[in-house]
């Protein structure tokens, strides 16, 4: 079982930064890939960002790329998305996800494992 704990949410101006973070407990860590996606109210969830197990390959959606950087720590159990030039269609919650593989993947059901969420806003 791996338990995602997201952080680092808020409400921030547009041109803004925020840097998410997600703590993972469970011994896989370092093996699964690890994602992030979010969710706009009433819309569905999409893909943000994922890395693989090694913290060497990294894809993004083409809303943020440029943007919005992933970065994971092994040592820590801990993935990052650093996000800068915030835009108010950035405002949604997001989500960390545990990949069922190594590699990432913009599908989540890739994924096996979420946290519950941080809300990201950002006013114009």
């Known amino acids: 079982q791996v338990q995602l704990v997201e952080s680092g949410g808020g409400l921030v101006q547009a041109g803004g930064s925020l840097n998410l973070s997600c703590a993972a407990s469970?011994?896989?860590?370092?093996?699964?890939?690890m994602g992030w996606f979010r969710q706009a109210p009433g819309k569905d969830r999409d893909f943000v960002a994922a890395?693989?197990?090694?913290?060497?390959?990294?894809i993004y959606a083409d809303s943020v790329q440029g943007r919005f950087t992933i970065s994971r720590d092994n040592a820590k159990n801990t993935v990052y998305l650093q996000m800068n030039g915030l835009k108010p269609e950035d405002t949604a919650v997001y989500y960390c996800?545990?990949?069922?593989?190594?590699?990432?993947?913009?599908?989540?059901?890739?994924?096996?494992?979420w946290g519950q969420g941080t809300q990201v806003t950002v006013s114009s």
């Open positions: 890395i693989g197990w090694s913290g060497s390959n990294s």
């Open positions: 996800a545990a990949g069922k593989f190594r590699y990432g993947s913009i599908w989540d059901y890739s994924y096996n494992y």
């Open positions: 469970g011994s896989t860590f370092s093996d699964s890939a």
